[in-house]
């Protein structure tokens, strides 16, 4: 069985024009980090023509379904049944894209089939972890 999951989603940024240009962005899900989102944005969808991926929690995303969430970097609230809005806040601004609510939906079911929720800190390696703060530090 493999211990990551990516989906390709198609997110729409939300910008001053009318217009709100489509972007790839890839959800990605790794059972050694059991709490943990990955969102990933490729070099040309962004302001500094570099890859930025932005880490978040799995619960944050699936609260922001339903609820809007999140008070630090990134929050997450619902836009109607089928759209998802995520906001990204960094020292250079804010980025604010909408995802199709189903394809978050799958992403977390996926997820959810990898590692349940409640079940995360069975897939921590304690020991690993540890010693890579002791090897950092």
Aim: aromatic share 6%; proline share 7%.
């Amino acid at each position: 069985m493999s211990i990551v999951i990516e989906q390709a989603v198609e997110a729409r940024l939300v910008a001053a024009a009318p217009r709100m240009p489509t972007i790839p962005a890839t959800l990605h899900y790794d059972r050694r980090d059991p709490f943990a989102v990955r969102m990933a944005f490729p070099a040309p969808a962004t302001l500094e023509g570099v890859d930025v991926s932005w880490v978040f929690a799995r619960e944050l995303l699936e609260t922001g379904l339903e609820n809007p969430v999140g008070e630090g970097d990134v929050r997450v609230r619902p836009y109607g049944y089928d759209r998802t809005v995520l906001e990204f806040h960094a020292p250079e601004g804010t980025a604010i894209i909408h995802v199709c609510s189903a394809a978050v939906r799958t992403f977390l079911k996926r997820s959810a089939a990898l590692v349940p929720a409640g079940r995360e800190h069975l897939h921590l390696d304690m020991d690993e972890d540890l010693l890579q703060l002791m090897r950092d530090a």
